[in-house]
């Protein structure tokens, strides 16, 4: 049974049990249904900005500019090293294709297992 088969079906056992209910218990229901809509808020027609501000004046009240100081830094800290690794992985990629191009490499190195291992396992970072 699905999600939409399971709503059809209570929709269906709401039906039939609202046979069932006296016309005075429908009476009290319609009559606090109106009351609620009565004191129902309506939709405020605030600027934007308005709100944003609002939402910022009591989200981030307790926030301190040496708290975005230290998100900024640690921020600046892991993108500066994810740069510095990425190139040193690129100049040991480098040296290692600079050596394979120039033939200076001995013939010995790419018959070698482990460096076949270590050319596959740098292929797939």
């Known amino acids: 049974m699905n999600e939409l088969h399971f709503a059809f079906r209570i929709r269906q056992h709401l039906n039939q049990s609202l046979q069932q209910i006296d016309a005075d218990k429908i009476e009290r229901?319609?009559?606090?249904?109106?009351?609620?809509?009565?004191?129902?808020?309506?939709?405020s027609t605030n600027p934007v900005l308005a709100v944003a501000g609002h939402f910022f004046r009591f989200h981030f009240e307790g926030v301190h500019i040496r708290h975005v100081l230290l998100a900024l830094i640690a921020a600046l800290a892991i993108g500066s090293y994810t740069h510095w690794q990425a190139d040193e992985l690129v100049a040991q990629l480098s040296d290692v294709d600079s050596a394979l191009l120039s033939e200076d490499l001995?013939?010995?190195a790419l018959l070698d297992q482990d460096f076949d291992e270590w050319l596959k396992s740098s292929q797939r970072q």
Request: charged share 30%.
């Open 29 to 43: 229901l319609k009559a606090a249904r109106l009351r609620a809509l009565s004191v129902q808020k309506l939709p």
């Open 106 to 108: 001995p013939m010995e």
